[in-house]
């Protein structure tokens, strides 16, 4: 981070920051500094750097405040918490149900949700990973529904049928149920 708020506001190539990095941790620490790529992808992970295209990134100081006014304080949680009265909005079950409960934002945070009450609510630990991960199941889901179509249209029973039992497992877990599938 000291290399990029040296040089904010520009596209810096990969082979630069490494360089810096790599000189600058011998001759401080008298080591060598073990995997840098690594961390400086991390820090685009966290949000602190912007990465404009493989291997090139830029900090802008403006982005990183912005980025940690989209976090709930402390505070924020609490009353979140409180007002779904310490449950989980899914599924409804709490704390002396044995599951962690966690503080989302309705609208992701990628996606501009802000860190307000309102766009917060309570989910368990198991839903909060769901609601993450849905993308993907939608994505999945879809993929089986053009597949099964698509072999009943050419009577391929069998493709048709290995895409019907596979859907049949998403509707019983009621998972992408707004997806509609037309048996
Ligand atoms: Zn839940």
């Known amino acids: 981070m000291e290399f990029f708020k040296k ?7 990969h082979p630069e920051i ?37 291997g090139v990134y830029h900090y802008d100081p403006d982005f990183v405040s912005v980025r940690e006014l989209e976090d709930f304080t402390n505070a924020q949680k609490a009353e979140i918490l409180k007002r779904d009265n310490y449950r989980c909005v899914v599924c409804g079950r709490g704390i002396a149900d044995g599951v962690e409960l966690q503080v989302d934002h309705i609208k992701p945070k990628d996606l501009g949700g802000e860190a307000t009450i309102e766009n917060g609510q309570t989910l368990c630990a198991q839903h909060n990973f769901r609601k ?20 009943k249209a050419i009577g391929d029973t069998e493709t048709q049928k290995f895409c019907a039992d596979i859907l049949e497992v998403f509707e019983s877990n009621n998972v992408n149920g707004h997806i509609e599938w037309k048996k």
């Open 132 to 151: 993450k991960n849905y993308k993907q199941t939608e994505t999945g889901k879809k993929m089986f529904i053009r597949l099964y179509e698509l072999s």
């Open 18 to 54: 490494v360089d810096w990095v790599t000189a600058e941790f011998l001759k401080r620490n008298g080591e060598v500094f073990r995997d840098p790529d690594r961390q400086i992808r991390q820090l685009a992970q966290k949000g602190h750097l912007i990465k404009k295209a493989k």
């Open 7 to 13: 040089n904010p506001n520009r596209d810096i190539t």
